[in-house]
């Protein structure tokens, strides 16, 4: 406790850090920056390693072989797709009973908040059908989920193929402790919502779905299955989920595990694994597969069926095949094999997923780098905050730091009243909350006195409202009783800085990558922010650092990363419907970056908004 | 100064009510932070249910409120966030007028010393002026009625209010000078949470301060008020026991409101110390840390009634603060009671050095809390060492909050004794150095 208590090493203390408070900071910033793209580097990363003991030492030998009947129930089951016009309830149904399987169906229906142009859909209805094979070697106490979309045109056919020929396949061995359960989705996540909703009896997102009529053990682990073609090149594991959350690392190092034994050609973010991380090239590719994950990662949605399965504390992944112009080809039965080979280690399972990371990062399938590593890069970012603060707070005459000792401050100028922090808070997150809810509700409005579609009428509403709250600080200042003094302003920003740093901090917890991504455009222009820069230079920096501009800049960066490079146009439509995506997805899966921008966010920097005008 | 504080209540009571009615208020009143084993309205529901079915409501292990508040709410169940709204009220006024009293108190001891002219010159820009002073009470009642902490408990209907009320009842009945009464609500806050009890010593070094009676074993007027004072204690608290046992016919109530306070069987996560160490520890260290651990509570009752004799309002502080840490179920509605004291130390402001530190890390806590908690419980991507590491760090904010109070405190009455500039043997200026 001496830093704490001892006056004069304090005073040094704080006399250090209020002197060297701007090059600390660059260097804060720098450093958090190199760290960043440090941790793509191989040497600084860990290899990953199986840490689940039921799963590590066990060898399974894979059996399955009825790939070419998986082929042929794919077209068989493409026909009577194309014949219902959508998902054949009754043939699968027909097929999963001939199987051996208890079969259920649900039915669920959803309407949008507005329709969703990607997809082309408003009202949603479908039905999913799921099989259960029941264990035969342990109570009905657990359970093991396989999914397969089955997607409007010939897409996914063979998904659910194979896993009907697994199903036939694996009602045949006696080593199952555990129920399997073979779903059928259709609508993608919206049917994957109403199964898991209704399995789990929970409504939160306010969907219309029928009970369950039957049911399994507690869901341990779950694998989505997405394969449109007869034979594929590579196989892509997606493993981020709603909110950024995502499973075990156990999962994946199964995953590769798996792929190792079978020689399966394995991706993540479609990237391979290369072998040179010393050459430039190297590094790049780990860092471009890094930086996808973490693009990915903060947009907070679902980037597969097994996206959702995470909310209930399941361990899930999807996997998906893809084939391109490679010489290289595995075949189904292939497949088939993996997906045995990780069910039957599943199964093994005596306790959930745990012992490996929830919190990482993968520059590849078999390096990770753990939350341990990465978490130093946004520290480094929130301590130029709280660096700021404290400044702020010595410059503010705070005796408690500046003479530590009470005794030689000077008398005590007048504080600002409480009016002059609590003005611009309370207007900037009215402001937040008008985002938040008006785009959705004044559709129908827009949609009248505008020649738009609802879709455009949210989204432009949202942007709308996004530049009107530019013009605030004009009218804050109006309520405010005379002019803005300079301890106003302090105190604004100290304020600001320190909800800023907290509201980061809680972010970067749920979600790294978001927290980091906030936190690498906002801090530089909150940190440096005062009125008596040049107005208009800071406000044009300021704008452009703004959240709505960073999610222009992820999309640009996520095109340029996808090797499908976009044009200004483009770019601007795909932000547009990356807009109407996120509130979307907010409606519908209860995603929360959303609201996080819209009531958090922008309110917050709309306060340091507010101090450029202060005058 | 009645309109504001009418208006302040006014305020308090709509924020309340509007919560209440939201959707949020269930939500609210299911945080570990804000509800505790002890005091959480579900278990009063219950505890009702099986009085109304004629069990006992201590069977089973679920209710653990007092028979005294059992029965509050056997009649008032269909009002109770009137009463709950009440509670906190009354708290708050209780507040405004001890801490009027108090610095009227204050005022005039300072005039007196001033015209005896004991201050030493340079001390004069430390002494309280009027002015100043004039807005404290409803700066103390504000910190109460508007404190996040407060509100929240309040409206998930944590008994947790209730137990302050009487507490600032204890208080304002102790700053009026009326022994009985303090006695009695003393004995009150006792039998609802024992804690109170440390609260024993500041009002009685402060009624012996108030006859002028000095605090000095041998003397017999000592012992006779000492014996008086702790006779209304005791004699009230068993009175109350007593008839708490007529009203349920059966001691039950001991092991279940006192045991369960004591040996700590309940080990939901709050945001106390207890809750981790106990959950590790082998089970049969558990009477030996059970003791080492509530020890705290009253350990420092001793040291601090001997340095701050002098003081007993500022004890009463340090003393609910000490309690509100260290107790086994603490919830935020115990850190609220303490902080609507703060405002009334503000002449120590410039004393304090930890201040900026402190106010960060309880803003960081209270904001990690929640998040920490849906990462370990929901998300299952966290763990408890997570949630147990802010607890620890929030502790830390408090105890580092306390003992800086403490410190300005003791730091402004050496140098209303010793002068402000106080010089080293060499003639340069010296500083204070705690260690």
């Known amino acids: 406790m001496g830093l704490l208590s001892d006056p004069n090493r304090r005073k040094a203390l704080t006399g250090l850090l209020t002197r060297l408070n701007t090059p600390i900071c660059v260097v804060c910033f720098l450093a958090a920056v190199v760290w960043f793209m440090g941790l793509a580097f191989e040497p600084f990363t860990l290899r990953s390693y199986m840490s689940e003991n039921a799963m590590g030492s066990t060898m399974v030998e894979e059996r399955f072989s009825s790939g070419e009947r998986a082929l042929a129930l794919a077209k068989e089951f493409g026909a009577h797709k194309r014949k219902a016009g959508g998902?054949?309830?009754?043939?699968?149904?027909?097929?999963?009973r001939s199987r051996g399987l208890e079969v259920f169906t649900q039915s669920f229906s959803r309407k949008l908040p507005f329709p969703d142009e990607n997809k082309e859909r408003y009202m949603v209805?479908?039905?999913?059908?799921?099989?259960?094979?029941r264990a035969p070697r342990a109570p009905r106490t657990e359970a093991l989920v396989i999914t397969a979309p089955c997607s409007p045109g010939d897409s996914n056919n063979q998904a659910v193929a194979l896993l009907l020929a697994l199903a036939q396949y694996f009602r045949n061995q006696v080593y199952w402790a555990k129920d399997i359960i073979f779903l059928v989705n259709e609508h993608d996540l919206i049917g994957t919502q109403a199964w898991l909703e209704g399995y789990h009896h929970t409504n939160i997102t306010g969907m219309e779905y029928s009970p369950l009529q039957g049911r399994a053990g507690s869901i341990q682990?779950?694998?989505s299955l997405e394969l449109s073609s007869d034979v594929i090149t590579s196989l892509d594991l997606v493993l981020e989920g709603l909110n950024g959350q995502l499973p075990n690392l156990d999962l994946a190092n199964l995953f590769y595990a798996f792929c190792q034994k079978l020689g399966v050609l394995c991706t993540i973010q479609g990237k391979l694994q290369r072998n040179d991380w010393d050459t430039a090239e190297g590094y790049t590719h780990a860092a471009q597969t890094m930086m996808l994950m973490v693009l990915k990662q903060a947009c907070g949605r679902s980037w597969g069926d097994h996206g959702l399965f995470l909310r209930y504390h399941i361990e899930a992944a999807s996997i998906r095949g893809i084939n391109s112009f490679r010489h290289y080809k595995t075949d189904i039965t292939t497949i088939g094999r993996l997906l045995e080979g990780m069910v039957r280690k599943l199964n093994n399972l005596l306790e959930r997923l745990h012992q490996s990371y929830f919190f990482y990062l993968l520059p590849s399938l078999s390096r990770f780098v753990s939350i341990g590593y990465y978490m130093p890069a946004f520290g480094l970012l929130a301590v130029i905050l709280l660096l700021r603060a404290l400044d702020l707070w010595v410059h503010l005459g705070a005796p408690a730091l500046t003479a530590v000792d009470g005794v030689t401050e000077a008398e005590q100028p007048s504080s600002p009243g409480v009016l002059t922090v609590l003005t611009p808070l309370v207007i900037s997150?009215?402001?937040?909350?008008?985002?938040y809810l008006l785009p959705v509700h004044l559709q129908e409005m827009a949609v009248e006195h505008f020649p738009v579609s609802e879709t455009e009428a949210v989204v432009l509403t949202a942007i709308a409202i996004y530049t009107a709250g530019l013009a605030l600080p004009h009218n804050t200042q109006r309520l405010l009783s005379g002019e803005g003094t300079e301890q106003g302003w302090k105190v604004l920003k100290l304020t600001a800085l320190l909800y800023l740093a907290v509201l980061l901090g809680?972010?970067?917890?749920?979600?790294?990558?978001?927290g980091f991504i906030l936190a690498i455009t906002l801090v530089p222009i909150t940190a440096s922010i005062t009125p008596h820069m040049p107005k208009a230079l800071s406000a044009v920096v300021m704008v452009l650092l703004s959240p709505a501009f960073t999610i222009l800049y992820c999309v640009f960066i996520y095109q340029e990363l996808i090797e499908a490079p976009v044009s200004i146009g483009e770019g601007w439509m795909l932000f547009l419907s990356v807009i109407s995506q996120g509130i979307l997805d907010h409606a519908l899966y209860g995603s929360l970056v959303y609201p996080l921008l819209a009531l958090f966010i922008y309110p917050c920097w709309l306060m340091f908004w507010n101090i450029l005008f202060w005058n | 100064m009645a309109a504001p504080l009418t208006l302040l209540l006014i305020v308090a009571v709509t924020i309340r009510a509007v919560l209440f009615r939201s959707s949020l208020a269930?939500?609210?009143?299911?945080r570990v932070e804000v509800v505790s084993p002890l005091n959480a309205w579900k278990r009063v529901v219950e505890g009702l249910a099986l009085l109304d079915l004629g069990v006992s409501p201590y069977s089973g292990d679920v209710f653990h409120e007092t028979p005294f508040m059992i029965y509050l709410f056997h009649f008032t169940v269909d009002y109770a966030e009137i009463v709950f709204m009440i509670a906190d009220g009354i708290t708050a006024v209780a507040l405004y007028l001890s801490v009027q009293i108090y610095n009227k108190d204050v005022f005039r001891k300072q005039k007196y010393a001033l015209e005896s002219d004991r201050y030493p010159a340079d001390c004069l820009e430390l002494l309280r002026s009027p002015k100043e002073m004039f807005y404290i009470p409803l700066k103390v009642a504000m910190f109460y009625l508007l404190n996040p902490f407060t509100i929240l408990s309040c409206v998930a209907k944590s008994t947790c209010g209730l137990n302050n009320a009487i507490i600032a009842l204890f208080i304002f009945c102790t700053l009026k000078g009326s022994a009985l009464l303090s006695g009695i609500l003393l004995a009150l806050a006792t039998y609802q949470s024992i804690y109170p009890l440390t609260l024993f010593a500041p009002a009685l070094l402060f009624f012996l301060q108030r006859l002028y009676i000095p605090v000095n074993p041998r003397r017999s007027s000592f012992w006779f008020f000492t014996l008086q004072y702790a006779f209304i204690y005791v004699g009230s608290l068993v009175v109350i026991t007593g008839l708490s046992f007529f009203l349920l016919g059966s001691w039950d109530f001991m092991p279940s409101v006192y045991g369960f306070i004591l040996s700590v069987p309940d080990l939901t996560p709050n945001i106390g110390l207890f809750w981790y160490f106990f959950a590790e520890m082998f089970e049969h260290f558990r009477l030996f840390f059970s003791c080492v651990f509530q020890i705290n509570v009253f350990f420092y009752t001793i040291p601090l009634s001997i340095k701050l004799k002098e003081h007993p309002v500022f004890l009463i502080f340090m003393q609910i603060a000490i309690i509100s840490i260290f107790k086994?179920?603490?919830?935020?509605?115990?850190?609220?009671?303490?902080?609507?004291?703060?405002?009334?130390?503000s002449h120590l402001?410039?004393?304090?050095?930890?201040?900026?530190l402190v106010s960060c890390v309880l803003l960081a806590c209270s904001a990690l809390f929640p998040v920490l908690w849906h990462l370990w419980i929901y998300a299952g991507s966290a763990n408890s060492n997570f949630y147990y590491a802010i607890t620890l760090l929030f502790n830390f904010g408090q105890i580092l909050l306390v003992s800086d109070y403490f410190y300005a405190y003791l730091r402004r009455e050496h140098h209303l004794t010793h002068g402000l500039y106080l010089q080293k043997k060499d003639g340069t200026e010296a500083t204070l150095v705690l260690k």
């Open chain 1, 506 to 514: 809680c972010t970067a917890l749920i979600n790294f990558s978001l």
């Open chain 1, 125 to 133: 209805r479908g039905t999913n059908v799921y099989g259960i094979l």
């Open chain 2, 26 to 30: 269930e939500i609210i009143s299911e």
């Open chain 2, 349 to 356: 402001y410039r004393f304090l050095r930890n201040i900026f």
């Open chain 2, 328 to 345: 086994s179920y603490p919830t935020v509605g115990d850190v609220a009671l303490y902080m609507a004291f703060l405002p009334a130390w």
């Open chain 1, 87 to 96: 998902m054949p309830v009754d043939w699968l149904v027909k097929a999963m």
């Open chain 1, 221 to 223: 682990a779950a694998l």
């Open chain 1, 429 to 435: 997150h009215l402001t937040g909350v008008a985002l």
